[in-house]
Structures are given as C-alpha cells and as structure tokens.
T-cell receptor, first 114, second 114 residues
Framework: DGGITQSPKYLFRKEGQNVTLSCEQN?????MYWYRQDPGQGLRLIYY???????QKGDIAEGYSVSREKKESFPLTVTSAQKNPTAFYLC?????????????FGPGTRLTVT | GESVGLHLPTLSVQEGDNSIINCAYS??????FIWYKQESGKGPQFIID?????DKRQGQRVTVLLNKTVKHLSLQIAATQPGDSAVYFC?????????????FGSGTRLQVQP
C-alpha cells in the first residue's frame, strides 16, 4: 500500500520544547514538502526538498528545521523559536520538482503547544 | 492562488445541482494548476489538474476551466453529492521563479444541502 505516512496524528507539547514530526513516503518520489495550515486558511510552505541532502526554505521557515538524509524520510522539527507552533502540519511529496507536478499529501499531524 | 483572508468563502448548493468554485491567481507566468479537496481533519486529495496550454479539462463529474487572460481558474462539479462537502483549494506553479513548489489559495468551503 503506497503512500505518505505522518505520525502521530495528534501531538501535544509544552511551550519551550522542540518537537519532531515524522513524514515517510514509499512512492519513490524525489521531492518532499512541509506545509502548515491554520484554521480557515490555506496551506503555507515551510520547507521543501528536491533531493536527498538538499532542502530549501519556503515562505515561513523561521522557527522550523528539516533534514533529508534518506529519500523516504523528511522530518520536520518545530523549535522553541517558533512563536505560534499550534497548527495542522501536512507533508507532501511529488515525483519530481521543477516542472509542476501533482503533490500527494499525508494525513497530517495536529500539533498543540500549551 | 491568492489569499482572501481568514474566513473561508462558503458555497452552499442543493444536492444534485452543479457547483462552480472560483479561484484567482497572481502569477501570469504560472504554467500548471491543480485543484484539491480537503475533508475535515484530513490531508488534501487531488481532484484535477491543467496546464497553461489548455483552457479546459474534464474528469469524472469535474471540469476545470482556465482563463489566462484574467488569471482565473474554476472547478465545476456536476450533480453535486453530499460527499462533495469539503474545502476546495486551487494551487498554481510557475517555473519562472526560484520557488519550486505549488502556491495554494485559501480555499472555498462547499456545503451540499440534502
């Protein structure tokens, strides 16, 4: 069963703690993305990666960090520097980058920081 | 896609009617467009896409229309069903910029009345 998995579905953390969100894909896609979604709003791009060991900042990268050590995995760390981390986080992948391709999304992780 | 603020516009239709969801984009060089459906608490699902060398594309019960002159995209859903109730996002991709990812609009909520 191919697809993108994100875990956990719900995550709770105390303010001041870093937290890492998992994203794994078995679609053999080169490109992977992280988005943030706030209630009643669209998706905002945090980071994206075109290939292993390479990633670029999106529109709202401050307070976040990523790594891409394996093709299948693109974890996102929400650091204590992120001023408003509570949100719904979506990971996506696409077969390639640069030509405009369909992105497949995972089920999302809802992060609540108190 | 363009941001239209914090509150999602809502389209309410009767079951069986046709629905038309509109989207404006800002990048005149965008060459790929895509519509996603997002149900509550889930990741977006691909509906249909279109490239800039086309002005219409049809899928199963859905049609996307592209008007590049006024930078407008629409999604038509025929014989709308209760299962179509969701938030619909348009997104565009422009290969002219350094941004190698889709830009999402803020979405439209479709409510189907039985």
């Amino acid at each position: 069963d191919g697809g993108i998995t994100q875990s956990p579905k719900y995550l709770f953390r105390k303010e001041g703690q870093n937290v890492t969100l998992s994203c794994e894909q078995n679609l053999n896609h080169d490109a992977m993305y992280w988005y943030r979604q706030d209630p009643g709003q669209g998706l905002r791009l945090i980071y994206y990666s075109q290939i292993v060991n390479d990633f670029q900042k999106g529109d709202i990268a401050e307070g976040y960090s990523v790594s891409r050590e394996k093709k299948e995995s693109f974890p996102l760390t929400v650091t204590s520097a992120q001023k408003n981390p509570t949100a719904f986080y979506l990971c996506a992948s696409s077969i390639e980058i640069g030509t405009g391709k369909e992105q497949y999304f995972g089920p999302g992780t809802r992060l609540t920081v108190t | 896609g363009e941001s239209v603020g914090l509150h999602l516009p809502t389209l309410s239709v009767q079951e069986g009617d046709n629905s038309i969801i509109n989207c404006a984009y800002s990048n005149s060089a965008s060459d790929y467009f895509i519509w996603y459906k997002q149900e509550s608490g889930k990741g977006p699902q691909f509906i249909i896409d279109i490239r800039s060398n086309m002005d219409k594309r049809q899928g199963q019960r859905v049609t996307v229309l592209l008007n590049k002159t006024v930078k407008h995209l629409s999604l038509q859903i025929a014989a709308t069903q209760p299962g179509d109730s969701a938030v619909y996002f348009c997104a565009d991709f422009g290969s002219d910029t350094g941004r190698r990812a889709l830009t999402f609009g803020s979405g439209t909520r479709l409510q189907v009345q039985p």
